[in-house]
């Protein structure tokens, strides 16, 4: 059987919604006023359908499963089959179908006025969205099928409505389920959330069953799903509908599914920051502000502001939850949490809000942390995991070593930068670190990709249900497989401030891989930043490539600088180190492994074109950022 989405029943009434609202000759319009019932157009309200939705399903963009935080097993929700409703109220009946159909149903109305519902059917179809069949029968017909009976909806001490309205009750009937009102006395109308009510009473619950997969991960659900092309094209469908509302996107292309990705245009970063708030509002979808709003590293220019409105917020819990669990964060773990945080950065503030409900004891330092409070968190408090940048914790935790040889460490996540494996290596013999793992994240769209502890070097698992990660060439045409090229995001839970071919400014590829973890399909090769190309005497060094050079003197952290002075081309390499290096030594084995590095040219050697200069420091020498604690990777003083 097809699977159908909640979310194409959205988009449906969203648009009927619309019409109704602007044209009082809609067909929509049109065929409640000839059957005198206007009122039910207060039942076509897409964004509170959603939010009773997503609130009742756990999440309408984790649908049809239901992740549990504590266990991190999932409930798998699926349609009851066939719906059958007696039409003995016209709101009744509409409530029940706009349910029915978002739980992917089939629905039988038996009814005495059969062209009404015919028509409404009609209506809904017309914006062109996959919806389940319907039908009509007579009164009293025989019928296959779940027969659910819609209660009514009883208003309270209240003359506004009496009891033959088609959408209100005046009065409890005998025999009848009721959801009974209360309005507020000198308010009009009973206030009351329809699709709240309803998606909060029995009468929901029997339109879908559930069962419990136990020691089903979220993420093995969803790749073991034989409908998973189904699923994203519904998932995108929803997305770009949304998307539509913000005056950026407003001229959008529908989209079947996933094969139209192409058709849409590539999101670039100087259009996203001159869209997006305070300097414009074309990114903004004008729905009631809720949520958080999260702000960039600034390592290249301005600061960019994010903003998650709250569903947003809450699909990036959901999504994390599972995936810090798939990290190796186990009930009963203490976290400290030393990601950097403060002036809006969300590395701190997503963590904190995610940890928070799970089953674990967390500790929030951020950057405040120093050696001093890691020994006594570990020693006073049992902190078995560490979660940080490797720029900023390396330091500490080499510090406190040295202050107490006895320091163990379970478990490291980290994120912001890559970890070296020399640094890797460090962990395991010194402090006895048994998993090592990282998130691939970008403040604008969140994790990208994670590497579980059977992973290497830059290789992370992708979750396209949360991002939806391209490869394309320069023109923002795809790549296929195993090609590298420049990485596109298209943030599939994010629908204020939307994401849609947004080029992160990251390079990668993507392959298909059988892990040792578990977990087959696609994986991203990172490849660091788009900038990360050096490029000087007509050829290009990548940064990645040095950094990876330098792994046997185990180098933690290296910065390229550039610059022009008297027509010489200068490259400035900074190195980072636990180990008490020697410039001269690491020159020589740069220039060895890339001859683009040396002081060789085909012109008069009384000329100097290029000059390369090695520097070491200690660790925690070179300058972070003070917002997202990184260090500048790649400066280039030619472009100033």
């Given at each position: 059987?097809?699977?159908?989405?909640?979310?194409?029943?959205?988009?449906?009434?969203?648009?009927?919604?619309?019409?109704?609202?602007?044209?009082?000759?809609?067909?929509?319009?049109r065929v409640l006023k000839e059957?005198?019932?206007?009122?039910?157009?207060?039942?076509?309200?897409?964004?509170?359908?959603?939010?009773?939705?997503?609130?009742?399903?756990?999440?309408?963009?984790?649908?049809?499963?239901?992740?549990?935080?504590?266990?991190?097993?999932?409930?798998?929700?699926?349609?009851?089959?066939?719906?059958?409703?007696?039409?003995?109220?016209?709101?009744?009946?509409?409530?029940?179908?706009?349910?029915?159909?978002?739980?992917?149903?089939?629905?039988?109305?038996?009814?005495?006025?059969?062209?009404?519902?015919?028509?409404?059917?009609?209506?809904?179809?017309?914006?062109?969205?996959?919806?389940?069949?319907?039908?009509?029968?007579?009164?009293?017909?025989?019928?296959?099928?779940?027969?659910?009976?819609?209660?009514?909806?009883?208003?309270?001490?209240?003359?506004?409505?009496?009891?033959?309205?088609?959408?209100?009750?005046?009065?409890?009937?005998?025999?009848?389920?009721?959801?009974?009102?209360?309005?507020?006395?000198?308010?009009?109308?009973?206030?009351?959330?329809?699709?709240?009510?309803?998606?909060?009473?029995?009468?929901?619950?029997?339109?879908?069953?559930?069962?419990?997969?136990?020691?089903?991960?979220?993420?093995?659900?969803?790749?073991?799903?034989?409908?998973?092309?189904?699923?994203?094209?519904?998932?995108?469908?929803?997305?770009?509908?949304?998307?539509?509302?913000?005056?950026?996107?407003?001229?959008?292309?529908?989209?079947?599914?996933?094969?139209?990705?192409?058709?849409?245009?590539?999101?670039?970063?100087?259009?996203?920051?001159?869209?997006?708030?305070?300097?414009?509002?074309?990114?903004?979808?004008?729905?009631?502000?809720?949520?958080?709003?999260?702000?960039?590293?600034?390592?290249?220019?301005?600061?960019?502001?994010?903003?998650?409105?709250?569903?947003?917020?809450?699909?990036?819990?959901?999504?994390?939850?599972?995936?810090?669990?798939?990290?190796?964060?186990?009930?009963?773990?203490?976290?400290?949490?030393?990601?950097?945080?403060?002036?809006?950065?969300?590395?701190?503030?997503?963590?904190?809000?995610?940890?928070s409900r799970m089953r674990v004891?967390?500790?929030?330092?951020?950057?405040?942390?120093?050696?001093?409070?890691?020994?006594?968190?570990?020693?006073?408090?049992?902190?078995?995991?560490?979660?940080?940048?490797?720029?900023?914790?390396?330091?500490?935790?080499?510090?406190?070593?040295?202050?107490?040889?006895?320091?163990?460490?379970?478990?490291?996540?980290?994120?912001?930068?890559?970890?070296?494996?020399?640094?890797?290596?460090?962990?395991?013999?010194?402090?006895?670190?048994?998993?090592?793992?990282?998130?691939?994240?970008?403040?604008?769209?969140?994790?990208?990709?994670?590497?579980?502890?059977?992973?290497?070097?830059?290789?992370?698992?992708?979750?396209?249900?949360?991002?939806?990660?391209?490869?394309?060439?320069?023109?923002?045409?795809?790549?296929?497989?195993?090609?590298?090229?420049?990485?596109?995001?298209?943030?599939?839970?994010?629908?204020?401030?939307?994401?849609?071919?947004?080029?992160?400014?990251?390079?990668?590829?993507?392959?298909?891989?059988?892990?040792?973890?578990?977990?087959?399909?696609?994986?991203?090769?990172?490849?660091?930043?788009?900038?990360?190309?050096?490029?000087?005497?007509?050829?290009?060094?990548?940064?990645?490539?040095?950094?990876?050079?330098?792994?046997?003197?185990?180098?933690?952290?290296?910065?390229?600088?550039?610059?022009?002075?008297?027509?010489?081309?200068?490259?400035?390499?900074?190195?980072?180190?636990?180990?008490?290096?020697?410039?001269?030594?690491?020159?020589?084995?740069?220039?060895e492994a890339f001859p683009a590095?040396?002081?060789?040219?085909?012109?008069?050697?009384?000329?100097?074109?290029?000059?390369?200069?090695?520097?070491?420091?200690?660790?925690?020498?070179?300058?972070?950022?003070?917002?997202?604690?990184?260090?500048?990777?790649?400066?280039?003083?030619?472009?100033?």
């Amino acid at each position: 059987m097809t699977r159908h989405h909640p979310t194409d029943l959205l988009l449906a009434v969203d648009h009927v919604q619309r019409d109704l609202a602007t044209d009082a000759a809609s067909p929509v319009a049109r065929v409640l006023k000839e059957a005198d019932l206007l009122e039910l157009g207060a039942l076509l309200d897409a964004d509170a359908l959603a939010q009773a939705l997503d609130e009742a399903l756990g999440g309408l963009s984790q649908f049809p499963w239901r992740p549990l935080t504590d266990t991190g097993d999932v409930w798998e929700q699926t349609p009851v089959g066939r719906v059958v409703l007696d039409d003995t109220r016209a709101g009744n009946t509409l409530r029940g179908l706009l349910l029915s159909w978002a739980m992917g149903n089939t629905v039988l109305v038996r009814t005495s006025r059969p062209a009404l519902w015919r028509s409404v059917f009609e209506v809904l179809r017309e914006p062109g969205f996959p919806l389940p069949a319907a039908e009509v029968a007579a009164p009293g017909t025989d019928a296959e099928g779940t027969v659910v009976t819609v209660p009514d909806l009883v208003v309270l001490s209240s003359d506004a409505v009496t009891p033959s309205d088609e959408l209100y009750a005046g009065a409890v009937r005998p025999g009848v389920p009721s959801v009974r009102i209360r309005p507020t006395p000198g308010r009009p109308g009973p206030q009351a959330p329809v699709a709240d009510l309803d998606c909060r009473s029995p009468w929901f619950r029997e339109l879908f069953t559930s069962v419990y997969l136990a020691g089903t991960s979220l993420d093995a659900a969803r790749r073991a799903d034989p409908d998973r092309a189904s699923r994203m094209d519904a998932r995108l469908r929803y997305l770009v509908g949304m998307a539509r509302r913000t005056a950026h996107y407003r001229d959008l292309p529908r989209v079947d599914g996933v094969a139209d990705l192409a058709r849409l245009p590539v999101l670039e970063k100087a259009v996203l920051e001159a869209e997006s708030l305070p300097r414009g509002r074309a990114m903004s979808s004008g729905a009631v502000p809720s949520g958080e709003v999260l702000r960039s590293g600034a390592s290249g220019g301005e600061p960019r502001y994010i903003v998650y409105a709250r569903t947003d917020w809450e699909n990036m819990v959901r999504e994390a939850i599972p995936l810090l669990r798939a990290l190796g964060v186990h009930n009963g773990d203490r976290v400290l949490n030393a990601l950097v945080g403060g002036g809006l950065y969300g590395g701190l503030m997503t963590t904190a809000s995610e940890l928070s409900r799970m089953r674990v004891e967390a500790f929030s330092a951020g950057q405040q942390v120093t050696a001093d409070l890691m020994l006594m968190l570990v020693r006073d408090f049992s902190v078995n995991v560490l979660l940080g940048q490797p720029a900023v914790v390396l330091p500490l935790l080499r510090e406190a070593r040295r202050r107490d040889p006895g320091l163990r460490l379970d478990k490291v996540v980290y994120g912001g930068t890559p970890m070296t494996e020399s640094d890797k290596q460090w962990l395991r013999d010194e402090l006895g670190t048994r998993s090592i793992t990282s998130i691939l994240a970008a403040n604008d769209g969140a994790q990208i990709g994670y590497q579980c502890d059977r992973l290497g070097g830059t290789l992370h698992h992708v979750n396209d249900d949360y991002n939806l990660v391209e490869v394309v060439d320069e023109d923002g045409a795809p790549l296929p497989d195993g090609e590298t090229g420049h990485l596109l995001i298209t943030a599939m839970q994010k629908f204020e401030g939307p994401l849609i071919r947004y080029r992160i400014g990251d390079m990668g590829r993507v392959t298909e891989r059988d892990c040792p973890c578990g977990v087959s399909g696609r994986v991203l090769e990172y490849l660091g930043r788009s900038d990360g190309q050096l490029k000087f005497k007509s050829m290009t060094v990548y940064y990645g490539e040095m950094l990876a050079a330098l792994e046997e003197f185990r180098v933690s952290q290296l910065q390229a600088e550039l610059s022009t002075r008297e027509g010489t081309e200068t490259l400035v390499l900074r190195t980072e180190s636990r180990e008490k290096l020697d410039p001269a030594v690491l020159h020589a084995a740069l220039t060895e492994a890339f001859p683009a590095l040396s002081g060789e040219h085909f012109y008069d050697d009384g000329l100097r074109l290029f000059e390369l200069v090695v520097e070491c420091h200690p660790e925690g020498a070179l300058d972070r950022n003070p917002v997202s604690g990184k260090i500048r990777t790649v400066i280039d003083r030619r472009l100033d």
